[in-house]
């Protein structure tokens, strides 16, 4: 499909950051996030010592995002650009590669890659990397450092108090690794299969002990197909799954064929609640933060599928009063 003459245009702009544009002189150096799981991260190291700003907001999806005119001058202040990398960007991809000629950029998820148990998951009979590392909290605290690296470069007198953050988000991670870990092994073994729109929860399934199944693909610009819904369907009552999940940046559609097809085969099944998958929450909800958004994953996860939500642990407690408004809300 041709692509529309207002994004050839914005292509066109974006290209020419690519030829030597220095970076806007602004008093606090501005960092670009492409998706705000990266952008929390930033905005949680770099403090008040950077201007966070992220391309990608609530309920975005970055495999389908298009550059808009007004990111020509997000790029052109950036001193540095932050983003997922492994192909998650799509459309940016080219552009990224291009800006990282000229001036500083960090591939958060190529960063925080590790090989072994928990490391990188390549798709079968290829070397394309599953880009949503993000849903591994263990996994996704291996990029702490490399961040903490490139944003002491562009600021270098809050150094210190970078690193001091980072060792506390650090530490949040790993806390909250444990928890995920044991309210996932509280729901019943033959109930912990997780069900989404699409398959972005691999490194969930694999790092918590859940089987997962997407209707789509890992990229949500694969399309559903009659007979994947049906699939899905044959498993849930056969295996008599209790729940599936919609994810907030994608079209709840296949997820509502699956329940009718399901049902039409005599299993109870419902919709389990909406998870995150490609983006953060709005502000002010439980999601809105890269901790907050694995918290409500779980919660919704654990809950629909039999299991116990028991309280964050001691270093998680800033979340503890917004996972009890959820939960009070649900009821």
């Not at 998951?121 to 990029?143: C, E, F, K, N, Y």
């Not at 197909?225 to 049906?230: C, K, L, P």
């Amino acid at each position: 499909m041709p692509l529309k003459r207002g994004w050839q245009a914005v292509r066109v702009a974006m290209a020419g950051l690519c030829i030597g544009l220095a970076p806007t002189a602004l008093a606090t150096p501005s960092v670009l996030a492409t998706t705000g799981m990266i952008g929390d991260m930033v905005d949680t190291i770099g403090g008040s010592c950077v201007n966070t700003r992220v391309l990608m907001g609530p309920g975005i999806d970055p495999h389908l995002y298009r550059a808009a005119a007004s990111d020509v001058r997000a790029f052109q202040e950036a001193a540095l650009v932050t983003y997922n990398g492994f192909g998650l960007e799509g459309q940016l991809d080219s552009v990224l590669t291009r800006f990282g000629e000229r001036r500083p950029t960090l591939a958060v998820a190529e960063a925080a890659r590790r090989e072994g148990p928990r490391g990188v998951i390549r798709s079968a009979g290829s070397d394309a990397v599953d880009p949503h590392i993000w849903m591994d909290a263990r996994l996704w605290a291996q990029g702490i450092a490399p961040t903490t690296e490139a944003l002491a470069a562009v600021a270098p007198k809050c150094a210190s108090g970078m690193r001091e953050r980072a060792s506390t988000l650090r530490e949040q991670l790993h806390a909250l690794d444990d928890w995920i870990m044991a309210r996932i092994n509280s729901i019943p073994s033959s109930q912990r299969i997780l069900l989404t729109a699409h398959d972005a929860f691999r490194y969930f399934g694999r790092a918590y002990g859940i089987e997962v199944r997407g209707i789509q693909g890992i990229s949500t610009s694969s399309e559903a197909s009659v007979a994947d819904i049906q699939s899905i369907a044959g498993l849930i009552a056969e295996r008599d799954i209790p729940a599936l999940f919609v994810e907030t940046t994608i079209n709840p559609r296949p997820v509502d064929a699956v329940v009718a097809a399901a049902r039409e085969r005599g299993a109870d099944v419902s919709i389990g609640g909406s998870i995150y998958g490609d983006a953060l929450g709005e502000s002010g909800a439980l999601g809105d933060r890269h901790v907050g958004m694995l918290i409500h994953n779980t919660a919704e996860i654990t809950r629909a599928l039999g299991g116990s939500v028991k309280p964050l642990p001691a270093s998680l407690t800033q979340w503890q009063a917004e996972l009890d408004m959820m939960l009070e809300a649900d009821r």
